[in-house]
């Protein structure tokens, strides 16, 4: 059996597997933040602006036509996400006006049934009545208004971007962020999925997640109203996808001046649509203007590969296994052994999650089952106490 000692020498000699707080350095942030974005990279590009990557989705679509353009363009995109700034803009992407005329009416609709309704969301960073947040827009969306939907998402620059960065078979989903006059900005962070998580949990999973999360998803943004500078569209800071513990450093008070520090916004016009790495540290900026209400369609769109092989009802699981466990805790078992069978039954991760009745707060993600069923254990629930608990989930 090979000794505990020799196998710390050979560990000293290699990458380490696990990002920790002693890998967040702004002085390294900082060096791969400032690298210049240079224009000669990306040849398809209309111009650069800030470090974000800009381009004319007429002259895209003229490209379309050709035999090897399709491929060409989607590779650029590529580029620019993986290895450039992280951020792009399709400018004129929604170029009919009676298209986005219909949405933003269908958007602005459901957004005032939900305020009469009383079950307006405010956004996850900010009180409702200055952000108004709609959870599960997309489906929102095609039942108010089929005929409206469809022509929408219909969007060839949609497809284009999202085949570019997921392959085919994407998964679209969407929420409404309508930041009114007044609205605050939100702190500097990561998006989904390791962005939903807090520093102690990202640090639990090894570097080769922390890459990983950033390709399965693809975040953006249609502008649905002009998006001046005074109505504080979306800020940015070019790069910051390229820093590997950026997941948990974007936790860190001195990431996060740094970052406020850094932050570059392209003003946005109707139509125009945004997007971007998720692991790119941005934020929706403050409204300062008088009467703008500025109304985004946030585009949180995933691969198809981030699933299970096999449909599993783990609700009907846990409520089969919870008696069990009752017993085996009291019977002796170690913290250990009752959190490794919880692993194996419970979904480990709150999303997919109905967002209206269990909405993120801040960086926080919402309980996901094994949360639920350790505190049930913890706290040595009655069975059918944690079965209606399931269920509200």
Known sequence: MMELTTLSKRSQTRAPAYYSLGDCRVDDFAAVVEQPVDLDDFPLVDRIDQGVVIY??????????????????QAEF?????????????SGAFDEDNVLDAATDVF???????KLSGTAAGDHFAAPGANDRVWNALEKFAVADPDAFIRYYANDM????????????YQVTSQLNQVNPGGKAQSPHRDFHLGFQTMESAQGFPRHIHRMSAMLTLQGAVAHVDMPMETGPTFLIPNSQKYGPGYIASHLPEFQQYSNDRTVQVPLGRGDAIFFNPALFHGAGENVSDDVRRLGNLLQISSAFGRAMESID????????YPSLLKW????????????AIAASAEGYAFPSDLDSHPPSGN??????????????????????????????
């Open 56 to 73: 004319d989705s007429n002259s895209l679509r003229s490209l379309l036509d050709e035999a090897t353009g399709r491929r060409e363009v």
């Open 314 to 321: 783990r609700a009907r699981m846990i409520r089969a296994i």
């Open 364 to 393: 926080e993600p919402p309980p996901a089952q094994a949360d639920l069923v350790t505190m049930a254990l913890s706290e040595e629930w009655p069975p059918n106490r944690l079965a209606n608990s399931l269920a509200s989930l």
């Open 78 to 90: 590529v580029r620019v996400l993986d290895e450039g700034p992280g951020v792009l803009v399709l």
């Open 158 to 169: 949609l497809a284009l971007i999202s085949e570019a960065w997921l392959g085919p078979r």
């Open 329 to 340: 805790k009291a019977s002796g078992a170690s913290e250990v052994d009752l959190r490794n």
């Open 108 to 114: 602005r609709g459901i957004i005032e049934a939900e």
